[in-house]
């Protein structure tokens, strides 16, 4: 490390300069000073790898968490997929869940309301499933008009996401096509 006086650091930031640049127009190394910050931001954290939720790709990520609060997520160094790289969205993914403005309860607003109520998991659950029934039942097809067995419905259609994993898609089908929903589509495949 080169040695500076007060007095050449201050012709360097007047120089219309920031400290960092100044430091490093006097040629020295910034490197050590940030591999030691991001040392320390995670030092005590667990490492769980996961998989971006954004897209087909699949991009691998770790996520750092200390007593179970999420303090950072970054791309993963050791996959081939993205070898540590994140596209904005991926990079964003930190954001997504330290957000205050993210919702963290269901909200239903009823048919005609100007405003939102708080349901528990459970009462939306249901409705869902009330719901679906409902119009599976009133759109049921099973057979068409030359007598042709099909037992369908064309009300509901069913849109899985890239990032699910196989066991997911391969569970998602067996229940939609239980239900006769024919419409199934993935992202990944879009």
């Known amino acids: 490390m080169q040695n500076i006086s007060r007095r050449d650091f201050g012709r360097l930031l007047a120089g219309g300069g920031s400290a960092a640049s100044a430091l490093v127009g006097a040629g020295m190394s910034l490197a050590p000073s940030a591999a030691r910050a991001q040392q320390l931001r995670i030092r005590d954290a667990k490492t769980t790898p996961s998989?971006?939720?954004?897209?087909?790709?699949?991009?691998?990520?770790?996520?750092?968490?200390?007593?179970?609060?999420?303090?950072?997520?970054?791309?993963d160094v050791r996959s081939p997929v993205n070898e540590g790289t994140l596209c904005p969205k991926g990079a964003a993914t930190f954001q997504l869940h330290v957000n205050p403005n993210r919702p963290t309860q269901v909200l239903h607003r009823s048919p005609g309301a100007a405003d939102w109520e708080v349901w528990d998991l459970e009462r939306a659950m249901a409705r869902v499933?009330?719901?679906?029934?409902?119009?599976?039942d009133e759109t049921f097809i099973e057979r068409l008009a030359d007598g042709k067995q099909v037992n369908c419905t064309t009300s509901i259609f069913s849109l899985g996401g890239a990032t699910l994993d196989n066991e997911w898609?391969?569970?998602?089908?067996?229940l939609m096509r239980g239900l006769g929903i024919v419409?199934?589509?993935?992202?990944?495949?879009i």
């Open 51 to 75: 998989i971006c939720p954004f897209c087909a790709v699949g991009c691998a990520t770790l996520i750092h968490s200390v007593d179970g609060k999420i303090v950072n997520i970054e791309g």
């Open 129 to 136: 499933a009330e719901l679906t029934r409902k119009t599976r």
């Open 183 to 189: 419409p199934i589509e993935n992202q990944a495949r």
């Open 169 to 174: 898609n391969h569970i998602q089908q067996k």
